[in-house]
């Protein structure tokens, strides 16, 4: 008789689940959807709005529940703090050193992880956004460099609503983190169709190109944003503009 599967997800993997979903399963009533959008196999990318500190572990949860394990591009800072890094380091997250040469390497982590198959997580704005109205910031070009080097699929994903259980800059600035634990706070997360970037394949990779790109990858992202939260971006604002499927139409 054939065994039983085996699972995608390390031990370590598995004991951070079960550490962290009994917890939000208390706090955060979930609302997600598009999975059908996760690829079943080989490599891609996730590309996620970040709107709390607290976002990476509903992200984690949502995407724990896909089947296939994330790697997450991670602050370099994070590593150090105690049994938070030591997690980070087992469940295989890929640290990123900002502002150094080491930086370079987290993109090529990224890269061999992809082609490997597996799945990378990306905050594209790099921090928590600064916006007033919580919409997502101009991108940082590191997602866009991954997917026209490896060929991969770019997933969007967003979430609303874990802002309201950990605000990320309140009344008394970023320090001011007052946890809102009850009554249970709706958090949607949505993964969306993969962004298309057919436009920018076998071009040169200058930085107007990764620019573009870039630019897809956050319309992309606060599209699906504007649909959860019911709402449209103030005019103008950076990642509101149309695909370029919609431009032609």
């Not at 690829?39 to 984690?60: K, M, Q, R």
């Not at 790697?71 to 703090?81: C, E, P, T, V, Y």
């Not at 319309?219 to 944003?225: K, P």
Request: with cysteine; glycine share 10%; charged share 20%.
């Amino acid at each position: 008789m054939p065994g039983k599967p085996r699972s995608p997800y390390s031990i370590w993997y598995r004991l951070a689940a079960a550490i962290v979903k009994p917890i939000l399963f208390v706090f955060v009533r979930r609302h997600w959807r598009g999975y059908e959008h996760i690829p079943a196999e080989g490599g891609f990318i996730t590309v996620v709005n970040h709107i709390s500190y607290l976002d990476p572990l509903t992200y984690g949860h949502f995407q724990y529940q896909s089947g296939r394990p994330a790697r997450l591009l991670a602050k370099a800072s994070l590593f150090g703090i105690p049994f938070v890094g030591l997690m980070l380091r087992r469940t295989g997250q890929i640290p990123v050193h900002r502002g150094t040469a080491d930086a370079a390497l987290a993109l090529r982590d990224a890269v061999d992880a992809v082609s490997r198959g597996e799945c990378v997580a990306i905050y594209p704005e790099g921090t928590v956004t600064r916006d007033p109205g919580m919409w997502p910031t101009a991108g940082k070009t590191g997602a866009a460099r991954i997917a026209l080097t490896t060929g991969v699929p770019v997933i969007p994903v967003a979430q609303w609503g874990a802002h309201r259980i950990v605000p990320p800059y309140a009344r008394g600035g970023p320090g001011d983190r007052r946890l809102r634990l009850v009554p249970r706070t709706p958090v949607h997360v949505v993964a969306g169709p993969p962004v298309d970037l057919s436009r920018h394949e076998g071009r040169p990779l200058t930085s107007d190109v990764l620019k573009e790109a870039t630019e897809d990858i956050m319309a992309a992202i606060t599209a699906l944003l504007a649909d959860i939260r019911g709402e449209e971006p103030p005019a103008g604002h950076c990642c509101a503009r149309r695909s370029p499927h919609e431009r032609a139409m």
